[in-house]
């Protein structure tokens, strides 16, 4: 079996979701006993990657993503069992061991200086939100953080998405005239844990050193891509992982970010090839008010606009672009279809041609 093998399994579509007939471990549980099954159909001589030492091999990395996948599970009982701290430490104990000793095997990488994300709050008025408003939440308002899939109660993080289109899905689509936008151009590498299959090379038969890096990230990544079943239920076991997750990278130095796909959206393959994903920062101190001075140092950030604003301010009247600029949105998403059987290019939506607005607007530092 190939690389290309491999993922023509539908285990490797994401998001995933489960019924009422199984429980959240459960559901897990056979989902990992399913990637075991599919690791140990390999053909052992296509697995060994250039560059990594002769030992290797397929029967030793099963060996260690059975643990690690047993790490997790073990995780998620002692969260149930009442024992937080202790299902932390079990889980810093596996991905620490992960980010030394087996460093091929954790997906990681660094989003370059002068990156463009994006950023959207809903608000009905027609005055915009201050600059620090459009940041991650205040300090002083840390009873607003609420439980989200990456997102601690109490715990502020900087949300951001690669464009508009997955901020605007992120927050369940709401009504074109009751947001405003934001872009942030990073200043600062930023080094994140990448769970997206985004920088996989699918169009090669050869389990290459990121293929390779991806497959063995896998457990976590499907741990983390568990749709909610009950949005009404306070406590929802999908999110325990990626919480956990979030607070080993705010103690890791060496990590600033989650990059993540969206569980909202329905993808239509394995690869990412459009800029649908997001990343979620958390703050690396700890304050009384205010925003965290390392996040805040690491962007500069546009205007804010809205489409009220825009439209008040135009007479509604569309701006226009030329083809460039245009193909330059198209080629983070490629075409939208929002109406079904009706696909058009992400610049000719009201979205694209705000993102195309913001990329000509300058950014400046985070006041």
Same mark, same amino acid.
């Given at each position: 079996?190939?690389?290309?093998?491999?993922?023509? /399994?539908?285990?490797?579509?994401?998001?995933?979701?489960?019924?009422?007939k199984?429980? @959240?471990?459960?559901?897990?549980k056979?989902a990992?006993?399913?990637?075991?099954?599919?690791?140990?159909?390999?053909?052992?001589? &296509?697995?060994?990657?250039?560059?990594?030492?002769?030992?290797?091999?397929?029967?030793?990395?099963?060996?260690?993503q059975?643990?690690?996948?047993?790490?997790?599970?073990?995780?998620?009982?002692?969260?149930?069992?009442?024992?937080?701290?202790a299902?932390?430490?079990? @889980?810093?104990?596996?991905?620490d061991k992960?980010?030394?000793?087996?460093?091929?095997?954790?997906?990681? /990488?660094?989003?370059?200086?002068?990156?463009?994300?994006?950023?959207?709050?809903?608000?009905?008025?027609?005055?915009? @939100?201050?600059?620090?408003?459009?940041?991650?939440?205040?300090?002083?308002?840390?009873? $607003?953080? *609420?439980?989200q899939?990456?997102?601690?109660?109490?715990f502020p993080?900087?949300?951001?998405?690669?464009?508009?289109?997955?901020?605007?899905?992120?927050?369940?689509r709401?009504? +074109?005239n009751?947001?405003?936008?934001?872009?942030?151009?990073?200043?600062e590498?930023?080094?994140?844990?990448?769970?997206?299959?985004?920088?996989?090379?699918?169009?090669?038969?050869?389990? *290459?050193?990121?293929?390779?890096k991806?497959?063995?990230?896998?457990p976590?990544?499907?741990?983390?891509?568990?749709?909610?079943?009950?949005?009404?239920?306070i406590?929802?076991?999908?999110?325990?992982?990626?919480? &956990?997750?979030?607070?080993?990278?705010?103690?890791?130095?060496?990590?600033?970010? &989650?990059?993540?796909?969206?569980?909202?959206?329905?993808?239509?393959?394995?690869?990412?090839d459009?800029?649908?994903?997001?990343?979620v920062?958390?703050?690396?101190?700890?304050?009384?008010?205010g925003?965290? *001075?390392?996040? $805040?140092?690491?962007?500069?950030?546009?205007?804010?606009?809205?489409?009220?604003?825009?439209? @008040?301010?135009?007479g509604?009247?569309?701006?226009?672009?030329?083809?460039?600029e245009?193909?330059?949105?198209?080629?983070?998403?490629?075409?939208?279809? &929002? +109406?079904?059987?009706k696909?058009?290019?992400? *610049?000719?939506?009201?979205?694209?041609?705000?993102?195309?607005?913001?990329?000509?607007?300058?950014?400046?530092?985070?006041?």
């Open positions: 079996m190939n690389f290309n093998s491999i993922l023509e /399994n539908d285990l490797f579509n994401l998001p995933k979701s489960y019924n009422n199984t429980t @959240f471990r459960k559901y897990l056979s990992f006993d399913e990637y075991i099954n599919i690791l140990k159909k390999i053909d052992p001589s &296509i697995i060994q990657v250039k560059g990594f030492t002769k030992k290797n091999n397929l029967k030793n990395i099963i060996e260690r059975e643990d690690f996948i047993n790490g997790i599970l073990e995780t998620i009982d002692l969260y149930y069992d009442g024992k937080p701290a299902a932390y430490f079990t @889980f810093k104990k596996i991905i992960r980010r030394t000793q087996f460093k091929t095997m954790l997906l990681t /990488n660094s989003f370059e200086i002068n990156q463009d994300f994006y950023r959207i709050r809903i608000n009905k008025e027609n005055f915009p @939100f201050a600059d620090h408003e459009m940041f991650h939440i205040d300090f002083a308002n840390r009873g $607003k953080v *609420s439980t899939r990456y997102s601690i109660p109490g993080s900087l949300y951001l998405a690669k464009t508009l289109y997955v901020a605007w899905e992120e927050l369940n709401p009504n +074109i009751d947001f405003q936008a934001v872009r942030l151009s990073n200043k590498p930023i080094k994140y844990l990448d769970l997206t299959s985004s920088n996989v090379n699918f169009e090669v038969e050869e389990i *290459s050193k990121e293929n390779y991806y497959i063995m990230t896998f976590l990544i499907i741990a983390c891509s568990i749709k909610v079943k009950d949005t009404n239920s406590f929802k076991p999908e999110y325990i992982i990626p919480q &956990i997750l979030l607070q080993w990278i705010r103690e890791n130095e060496d990590i600033d970010a &989650i990059k993540y796909s969206s569980t909202h959206l329905k993808y239509d393959s394995k690869k990412l459009d800029d649908l994903f997001n990343i920062l958390p703050v690396k101190e700890n304050k009384d008010r925003l965290c *001075s390392r996040l $805040k140092n690491t962007f500069n950030m546009s205007d804010i606009i809205s489409k009220q604003l825009i439209d @008040f301010s135009s509604g009247d569309n701006f226009f672009y030329d083809c460039e245009s193909a330059k949105i198209d080629k983070k998403i490629s075409s939208l279809e &929002i +109406i079904k059987g696909r058009l290019p992400y *610049s000719h939506s009201i979205l694209g041609r705000m993102e195309l607005l913001l990329e000509n607007m300058p950014t400046n530092e985070i006041v």
